[in-house]
């Protein structure tokens, strides 16, 4: 009897389904790997994230910048779901313009999502400041994923 294979998502599918989801995991190299959850935004080309400044993820990633991010979304039941897999590298965005642009989609992200403000502790704020601080003061790194060397696109059949 031969295996049931999980069909591939196209380019296009998967390209919508990043945009339509948020939240992601990245898997950093160490000693075991390390995962983490992370907010991210997709702006067609790249998927971009805030980081706080500390944590091991930081200490990780200054050792090795290459990462497996994965992206999920299924039913309570599993029957219907998808996820997506990619594997490439972590760079840290210096450009001033383009990290304003970032810190910008996440502000529209919390507000258009009407996520908890809660989150903000995860960007490097406190749920009791205003959203705006989050443009307005650099307390977390931005990152970008770059380099992307493998993209594994899977959906219920």
């Known amino acids: ?69 994965e992206i999920e979304c299924y039913k309570p039941d599993m029957s219907q779901f998808r996820f997506v897999t990619l594997q490439g590298t972590i760079k840290s965005v210096e450009d001033e313009e383009e990290k304003r642009k970032v810190r910008i989609m996440f502000v529209s992200l919390i507000r258009d999502q009407e996520l908890s403000l809660q989150i903000l502790a995860a960007l490097g704020h406190s749920p009791d400041e205003p959203l705006e601080k989050v443009c307005q003061e650099e307390r977390s790194y931005v990152w970008k994923l770059v380099d992307v060397k493998d993209i594994v696109a899977l959906k219920e059949g």
Request: net charge positive; glycine share 4%; aromatic share 20%.
């Open 1 to 69: 009897m031969k295996p049931h294979k999980i069909p591939f998502m196209s380019k296009k599918e998967y390209d919508c389904f990043i945009e339509e989801r948020y939240v992601s995991r990245i898997a950093f190299k160490g000693d075991y790997p390390y995962i983490a959850p992370f907010l991210y935004v997709f702006d067609g080309n790249y998927i971009y994230f805030l980081s706080t400044k500390y944590g091991k993820k930081v200490e990780l990633l200054s050792q090795d910048p290459q990462v497996a991010v």
